[in-house]
């Protein structure tokens, strides 16, 4: 059974935001390496030891911070993507929104204190929420 699908000229922005969400993990891992340095963690380790390290929290933060936009890339990627087939504009939209509040989650997060990165962590699962609803009513001819 062959399923055939069309994409609009809008979809195009689907694929931006995608893109831009790549770029913006891009800018965290380096943001990770630069942690690297200024805290001495050394690889391959992946979280420092508070016993070990006394900037073990600060650096810590920084790695979850990017670890926890990696998690939830695959998922938000597959939402985003066939949520725009059904209603493009709007998908991308709320995927900008997501992508800018995950860089606000980041920076909240890399300042050492957790509790920072729900600032606008909230907004991420609304429109986590609302990208999937985009995507739910998608149908396949």
Known sequence: MAVSIELTKEY???VL???AYAFLNFWMAFQVGKA????KVAYP???????????AKLFNCVQRGHQNS??????FFV??????LQ???VAAGLGALYTVARFFYFKGYATGVPDNRLKLGFCRLILCWRTLGAGGSTSWR
């Open 12 to 14: 195009g922005f689907v």
């Open 17 to 19: 935001v995608v893109v």
């Open 36 to 39: 690297r340095r200024k805290y």
């Open 45 to 55: 380790t992946l979280y420092a030891v508070e016993s070990e390290n006394k900037d």
């Open 70 to 75: 990696l998690e939830m890339m695959p998922m």
């Open 79 to 84: 939402m985003v993507l066939l949520g725009g």
């Open 87 to 89: 209603h493009p504009v």
